[in-house]
């Protein structure tokens, strides 16, 4: 049967890749529901039994966004069509029913083949993970699930979880609304100037943002490639977990990374030379570390306090033994702060007053999304953290004045 199917290069890609859970953050306009469409007649014409679901935040939702485009696109394979119960039957006898998310008892006892999750992120989890995750079970069946981000909720952590997990079964695409070459670049462009700068990230660009993470600006960002250092290198370790690297992860397993900021400090200001980032065992972190103050020979290298600092520090001891190249660590504190006041002292006033430049590289993309997402629970901050540490470790006189109002002294670059 000729269904005439026609997609635009990045329906095509995520419709020729096999994994079994696809969970793609697309922006207004792209063209997602059109591909679920597609996906969803395609799946049913190749299933032997059970049915294949849409599923919306709500039923009404699922009839507006679904029902019109199916029958359009459908109509040379469809059997029969029911609107009062929003199901449609194929030629070959298969089932594709629209649902919404908020009737989850409407979905209990069935096999489903495939099924595809519209705005996730508008949904309560516990109906995929309780409900339809199970009906896949016995035919192994797939689910895409798509979605424009609204903020970083259990949409952003399955993303973050297919696109940094060993699971092979789940895949991340993100793709925004420039992508959709049937909508004119002009027109988004001309909608971005009459929006915020988070709506048009968020809406257009299919950025997982955190609302109200405020902290830090982007217009305070300068970059420098390159630069010569003209003052000391400090290094800063922010040291994650080592007993869950070598195990499968699960989406409830968290993602920390180890962060190693180095840092060229001067009475110019911060210059932030590198942040080499990662999940590695105990030994190659151990070697990272190693390299990393062989190639920068830093004046003072600092790693957090803890139990993960007392089990680096014996293979790091070794290395040291082995290659003849010593080094003392310093042991980095909370010193009885929060974390958000301790990162707030260390880096807002310094960003906001420029007094930090960073160097280009492939680090930042992860280490601004940290920094304007920040102190949000669910973005990990490891790169931040490391880079904060180094307030710690570098003691420098910077050419500035003090203001003093009533005998308190305001250090106008950190702001207190």
């Known amino acids: 049967m000729d269904l005439n199917i026609e997609l635009l290069p990045w329906q095509q890609e995520v419709w020729a890749d096999t994994t079994r859970f696809k969970i793609v953050a697309a922006g207004r306009r792209t063209g997602k529901s059109r591909l679920a469409a597609w996906m969803l007649i395609v799946n049913a014409l190749q299933a032997d039994r059970g049915h294949v679901f849409y599923v919306a935040p709500t039923q009404g939702q699922a009839r507006d966004i679904m029902w019109q485009t199916l029958l359009e696109l459908g109509h040379p394979v ?14 070959n006898g298969a089932t594709i029913s629209l649902k919404g998310a908020d009737r989850p008892e409407t979905m209990r006892g069935v096999s489903l083949r495939f ?34 981000p609204t903020g970083r909720n259990h949409f952003y952590e399955l993303y973050k979880y297919a696109e940094l997990s060993d699971d ?12 959709n070459s049937f909508l004119k670049h002009s027109e988004i462009d001309l909608a971005k100037k009459s929006m915020s700068s988070y709506a048009f990230r968020q809406e257009f660009m299919a950025s997982f943002e955190a609302r109200g993470s405020e902290m830090f600006k982007e217009d305070w960002i300068r970059f420098e490639a390159d630069k010569d250092p003209v003052g ?66 830093p004046v003072s290298v600092g790693i957090e306090k803890g139990i993960a600092k007392q089990a680096v520090m014996s ?34 006033g310094r960003f906001e007053n420029g007094y930090i430049t960073l160097n280009k590289g492939e680090w930042n993309p992860r280490f601004l999304d940290q920094l304007f997402q920040f102190p949000d629970p669910l ?14 470790l570098a003691e420098v006189v910077y050419d500035y004045e003090y203001e003093i109002d009533d005998h308190e002294i305001l250090d106008i670059v950190a702001g207190y």
């Open 78 to 91: 469809i059997n029969g069509s029911h609107i009062n119960n929003l199901q449609i039957k194929l030629v």
């Open 115 to 148: 099924l595809v999750l519209d705005e996730y992120a508008d949904m309560k989890p516990e109906v995929f993970e309780q409900i339809l995750r199970p009906a896949l079970a016995d035919q192994e069946g797939g689910a895409m699930f798509i979605g424009t």
């Open 168 to 179: 092979k079964t789940y895949k991340a695409w993100h793709f925004t609304s420039y992508d």
């Open 232 to 297: 000391d290198y400090y290094i800063a370790i922010d040291l994650a977990g080592f007993e869950e690297v070598n195990k499968k992860r699960t989406k409830n397993t968290t993602l920390d990374e180890t962060a190693i900021a180095v840092v060229n400090v001067s009475e110019e200001g911060w210059y932030v030379e590198n942040i080499i980032h990662g999940r590695w065992t105990l030994d190659e972190t151990a070697i990272k570390i190693f390299q990393v103050v062989r190639d920068y020979k």
């Open 315 to 348: 293979p790091l001891t070794d290395l040291q033994k082995k290659y003849g190249t010593f080094f003392r660590v310093e042991e980095l504190t909370h010193g009885n702060k929060k974390k958000t006041d301790r990162v707030m002292w260390a880096l807002q």
């Open 379 to 392: 973005t990990h901050d490891d790169l931040v953290d490391a880079l904060a540490y180094v307030d710690q």
